[in-house]
C-alpha cells in the first residue's frame, strides 16, 4: 500500500511547525489526565480549570492547522482524527466520571448515567454528518463539559440534571443545528465575542465557588440563551 508523503515544496521549517500543531492538539490528552487525577481527588474546581485548558487548546489548533497548511505538510497524520480523540476525552469522558463522582443526578445511578453519556456520544463522534456545509454540528455536539459545569456551578436538582442529560442524550440523534462559535461564519463576531465572555465569566464562576456573586450568574447563564437562539434560528431556517 502506498504511504502519503509530503508535499515536495514543504520545507523542514514547515514539517517541524506542523508536527508542532500536532503535539500542541495531543497536548489534550495529558490535560485530560491531570483534569481526572483531580477528580479522583475530589477537586471538581481544579478538574475544571484543567478542562478550561483543554477548552482554549481546542479554539486554537485547528485555526492554526488551517493557517499553516498542516493536511498538506504531514498528510499521514489525520489531524481531525487526533482531535476527536483528544475532545472525546475532555467533552466527554472527564465530565461524565465528575457528574458520577460528585453525585450531580440521583443516588445510585451515576455510573449508569456516566455510561450512558459515554455510549451516546460515540455516535456524534462516529457521525459522518457531524457538521453541516456551513459548519454548524447537526445533533448536540457532546458538549457535557460545559452542561456539567452549569450542574455543579449552579448546584441544581440531581434529577433535574439527570431529565437535562437524558434530553441532549435525545438531541444527540436530531437534525437540531448547533452552532460551532470558532468556523460559522453567521454573526461570527458576536459569537466570538459572547464565546469570549462566557469562557471569562467561567473562570470566574469556578474560581469563586461556592460563593459565586449574583452578578457573575446572571450573564452567565442569559448567555446559554444566546447559543440556544442561535439553535433555534438556524434549524428553522429552510433557506440555507
Known amino acids: 500500500m502506498a504511504t502519503a508523503t509530503p508535499p515536495a ?13 500536532h503535539a500542541f492538539t495531543a497536548s489534550g490528552a495529558v490535560i485530560a489526565m ?6 479522583m481527588e475530589g477537586d471538581a474546581a481544579q478538574a475544571f480549570l484543567w478542562l478550561g485548558l483543554a477548552f482554549v487548546v481546542d479554539g486554537l489548533d485547528g485555526p492554526l492547522a488551517r493557517r499553516y497548511r498542516v493536511a498538506e505538510v504531514l498528510p499521514r497524520i489525520s489531524g481531525d482524527t487526533l482531535d476527536l480523540v483528544i475532545d472525546y476525552l475532555t467533552y466527554v469522558v472527564v465530565p461524565a466520571v465528575l457528574l458520577a463522582r460528585f453525585g450531580l443526578v440521583p443516588d445510585g445511578i451515576g455510573a449508569l448515567t456516566a455510561g450512558l453519556i459515554l455510549a451516546v456520544s460515540l455516535y456524534t463522534f462516529a457521525n459522518r454528518d457531524m457538521k ?4 454548524y454540528f447537526e445533533g448536540f455536539p457532546a458538549v457535557w463539559n460545559v452542561l456539567v459545569l452549569y450542574m455543579w456551578a449552579l448546584e441544581t436538582d440531581p434529577w433535574a440534571n439527570l431529565a437535562v442529560i437524558a434530553l441532549a442524550a435525545i ?8 452552532t460551532h462559535p470558532m468556523r460559522v461564519t453567521r454573526l461570527r463576531p ?8 462566557w469562557a471569562a465569566l467561567s473562570l470566574a464562576v469556578v474560581l469563586t465557588h461556592p460563593d459565586v456573586p449574583q452578578v457573575l450568574i446572571w450573564p452567565w447563564v442569559a448567555l446559554i440563551g444566546y447559543f440556544l437562539g442561535l439553535t433555534a434560528w438556524r434549524s428553522l431556517d429552510r433557506t440555507v
Open 132 to 135: 453541516t456545509s456551513d459548519n
Open 190 to 197: 458576536l459569537t466570538l465575542a459572547c464565546t469570549g465572555l
Open 171 to 178: 438531541l444527540t440523534f436530531t437534525r437540531l443545528k448547533f
Open 34 to 39: 491531570l483534569a481526572l487525577t483531580a477528580v
Open 9 to 21: 515544496s514543504a520545507t523542514g521549517t514547515e514539517r517541524l511547525r506542523a508536527w508542532a500543531i
